[in-house]
Nanobody, 126 residues
Framework: QVHLVESGGGLVQAGGSLRLSCAAS????????MGWFRQAPGKEREFVAS????????TYADSVKGRFTISRDNGRNTVYLQMNSLKFDDTAVYYC???????????????????WGQGTQVTVSS
């Protein structure tokens, strides 16, 4: 079983920054595509960002383009989400996910991912 553990969430003022981390264990991290999703209160889970197994390609939701950056360190079995210029609407539980095939759709849906973390809360004050 692959285990994913997110960290780095918290409370931040609008305009501030946070970096989320997701540590993977129990599998071949370097073979997985990785993604970040989020779910705000009263809303559906939505795609945020993804990265291919090698890190050579990234994709972002329109709502976070230019503000968020996904990256990975295969030596540390960790994927990151750097979040800058945070807005109130970024408030959500953020989940990391892994896809065994190493690639996902350009704008993936949650069903494309095989493993999920428990989530970490990000709260942006307005």
């Amino acid at each position: 079983q692959v285990h994913l553990v997110e960290s780095g969430g918290g409370l931040v003022q609008a305009g501030g920054s946070l970096r989320l981390s997701c540590a993977a264990s129990g599998g071949s991290f370097s073979s997985y595509a990785m993604g970040w999703f989020r779910q705000a209160p009263g809303k559906e889970r939505e795609f945020v960002a993804s990265i291919t197994w090698s890190g050579d390609s990234t994709t972002y939701a329109d709502s976070v383009k230019g503000r968020f950056t996904i990256s990975r360190d295969n030596g540390r079995n960790t994927v990151y989400l750097q979040m800058n210029s945070l807005k109130f609407d970024d408030t959500a539980v953020y989940y990391c996910a892994a896809a065994q095939g190493g690639y996902v759709s350009l704008y993936p849906v949650w069903k494309e991912f095989d493993y999920w973390g428990q989530g970490t809360q990000v709260t942006v004050s307005s």
